[in-house]
């Protein structure tokens, strides 16, 4: 009798310890990682999540292209996915959930091109011509203080534009300006 106590009790403590290994990784709720845009050319907004279920969700980064797509000639080119990561980092240490205000997400050759020529800002191989960069501010957070919050991500590059109050950040070498 009192065997077959222990035994089941035993038994019990098996299946016990089974169902809680297997509850585990469930027990961690599948990632969302969400962004808000906001186009101060286009005046478009976006609320997208980009990332879903442990990966990258291909109708959210084709939302995201959509939307940071150079506005002046309208050529689409993807975004670096690890660029949205640095952005979604970026909006945790902020303590703030407002849209990033875009100024400049990918540009074209051309029009990279005519503002090289306009200003001497922008360089002549920009990683924005590879959707790996992107100028933005946001509400309620001042500029030098996002630029800040950038630099401590270590993560890219990482300027500020003063004058036009927007930060650059851009997922190639780390180095600040
Ligand atoms: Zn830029």
């Known amino acids: 009798?009192?065997?077959?106590?222990?035994?089941?009790?035993?038994?019990?403590?098996?299946?016990?310890?089974?169902?809680?290994?297997?509850?585990?990784?469930a027990?961690?709720?599948?990632?969302?990682?969400?962004?808000?845009?906001?186009?101060?050319h286009t005046g478009e907004s976006l609320a997208v999540a980009y990332f879903q279920a442990g990966?990258?969700?291909?109708?959210?980064?084709?939302?995201?292209?959509h939307l940071l797509r150079d506005h002046r000639s309208g050529d689409v080119h993807p975004i670096d996915p690890a660029l949205l990561d640095l952005l979604h980092e970026l909006q945790a240490l902020t303590g703030r959930d407002d849209a990033f205000q875009v100024i400049s997400g990918y540009r074209s050759p051309q029009t990279n091109r005519m503002l090289n020529a306009r200003s001497s800002g922008v360089a002549t191989r920009s990683?924005?011509?590879?959707?790996?960069?992107?100028?933005?501010?946001?509400?309620?957070?001042?500029?030098?203080?996002?630029?800040?919050?950038?630099?401590?991500?270590?993560?890219g590059?990482?300027?500020y534009y003063a004058a036009s109050d927007f930060v650059h950040v851009d997922t190639g070498r780390v180095r600040y300006w």
């Open 1 to 25: 009798m009192s065997t077959r106590l222990s035994r089941r009790h035993l038994l019990h403590s098996g299946l016990v310890a089974a169902v809680t290994l297997a509850a585990a990784p």
């Open 27 to 40: 027990a961690a709720a599948p990632e969302t990682r969400r962004l808000r845009f906001l186009h101060t």
């Open 55 to 65: 990966s990258y969700d291909a109708a959210g980064l084709e939302q995201v292209a």
């Open 127 to 155: 990683l924005h011509m590879d959707g790996k960069a992107i100028d933005v501010r946001m509400a309620g957070v001042p500029t030098k203080k996002l630029h800040e919050l950038a630099m401590s991500l270590k993560r």
């Open 157 to 159: 590059g990482v300027g």
